[in-house]
Structures are given as C-alpha cells and as structure tokens.
T-cell receptor, first 114, second 112 residues
Framework: DGGITQSPKYLFRKEGQNVTLSCEQN?????MYWYRQDPGQGLRLIYY???????QKGDIAEGYSVSREKKESFPLTVTSAQKNPTAFYLC?????????????FGPGTRLTVL | DAKTTQPNSMESNEEEPVHLPCNHS???????IHWYRQLPSQGPEYVIH???SNVNNRMASLAIAEDRKSSTLILHRATLRDAAVYYC?????????????FGTGTLLAVQP
C-alpha cells in the first residue's frame, strides 16, 4: 500500500541529546514537509523540500536540521539547540506545485524530552 | 497568508448533519479553500477543497459563499468516527511551496 511511515511512534530523549526522526514515503511525491504540533494548537511548518537535494526553512526551523538525499526519505534531526523540543512531529508529502493538491500525512512521532 | 476564523468547538448528534463554518474575509481571488481533519493522536487527513463552486465528495460537501468570504463544510450524517478537529485552510498563490497554514480548527464532538 502507498503511504507515509514515521518511526518511532514514541521517542524519549535526555536533554542535550540530538535525535533523528524518520519519514519515508512511497507515493512518488516530490515534496515533503515536517510540521510540529503542540497541545491544543495547529501545525507549524519546520522544513520543507520540493525536490531531492534541496530544502527550505519553514516558520520554526531554529534548532532543527533535515536532509533529502533520496526522494523517498526526509529525516528530521532535533538538535540540542532546540529549546523546547517536546511535541508531536508530523511528516507529510505531496505534489511539488499547485494550490489544489492535497498533502498526505504520516502517523506522527511523539517526542518527549526528559 | 490570508487567515481563517473558525469556532473553537461544536457538538452534534450521531446521524444528524453537521455544518462547520469558516470565515475568510481577506481571501484573494486565487486562494483555494481546503479542509483537513485530525483525529486524536493521528496526522491530519484531507477532506475536501474548492475555489468558487460548491464541491461534493464521498466524505463531505463544501458550500462556498458567492462572495467567497465564508464557507461551510457539511457532513451529511455524522458518525462517532467523525469526531475530530477540522481545519479550514486557505492555500494561496505564493510559489510552489504547497505549504499549509494551520489555525487551531474546530473540535467536533459527536454524541451517540
């Protein structure tokens, strides 16, 4: 089946450690996105990539880094520079252009910093 | 990006129609109106979108006001599985980013 997978579903890390969240898609989409969601809030865009080997900062990129070496994969690293990393992280993919194309979301990774 | 305004929460009874309103008075002529919903602890899923005309699909209907300053998502027969947060989003002309700007949405509760 086509879709987006994120792993792990739950992640715990100690303060000061970097951690990488996985996102894979087999929908053959050019564009991929990372969002962050805090309790009771909407999603906020961290980074996005419209094509392999290219990515752009979203609205809250500080303390995060990404790579896009393969079309299917868009991992997100939460660095120790992120001051408040505990949140629900969502990955999405979609066509790279057009205002009427839908985005497909993964199931999310819930990160807790201890 | 143009903003949308939605009620924080709404309630419905099972098997009754639900009308979820969205105001977008600053919408531009090229903005599409998108709706997504998010079930608890899951990623959002696409529901429907439109530009000017009313739209129907298997999940819902979208009624767009003639002046496009408001729209209504219609669930024809609510089920318990429709309990979710519903987001109304404007996707404007701004290059090829295709990014979505989420607000806080409407939390829909469905009573049996």
């Amino acid at each position: 089946d086509g879709g987006i997978t994120q792993s792990p579903k739950y992640l715990f890390r100690k303060e000061g450690q970097n951690v990488t969240l996985s996102c894979e898609q087999n929908l053959n989409h050019d564009a991929m996105y990372w969002y962050r969601q805090d309790p009771g809030q909407g999603l906020r865009l961290i980074y996005y990539s419209q094509i392999v080997n290219d990515f752009q900062k979203g609205d809250i990129a500080e303390g995060y880094s990404v790579s896009r070496e393969k079309k299917e994969s868009f991992p997100l690293t939460v660095t120790s520079a992120q001051k408040n990393p505990t949140a629900f992280y969502l990955c999405a993919s979609g066509e790279s252009s057009g205002r009427n194309n839908e985005q497909f979301f993964g199931p999310g990774t819930r990160l807790t910093v201890l | 990006d143009a903003k949308t305004t939605q009620p924080n929460s709404m309630e419905s009874n099972e098997e009754e129609p639900v009308h979820l309103p969205c105001n977008h008075s600053t919408i531009s002529g090229t903005d599409y109106i998108h709706w997504y919903r998010q079930l608890p602890s899951q990623g959002p899923e696409y529901v429907i979108h439109g530009l000017t005309s009313n739209v129907n699909n298997r999940m819902a209907s979208l009624a767009i006001a003639e002046d496009r300053k408001s729209s209504t998502l219609i669930l024809h027969r609510a089920t318990l599985r429709d309990a979710a947060v519903y987001y109304c989003i404007l996707r404007g002309y701004g290059g090829a980013t295709n990014k979505l700007i989420f607000g806080t949405g409407t939390l829909l509760a469905v009573q049996p």
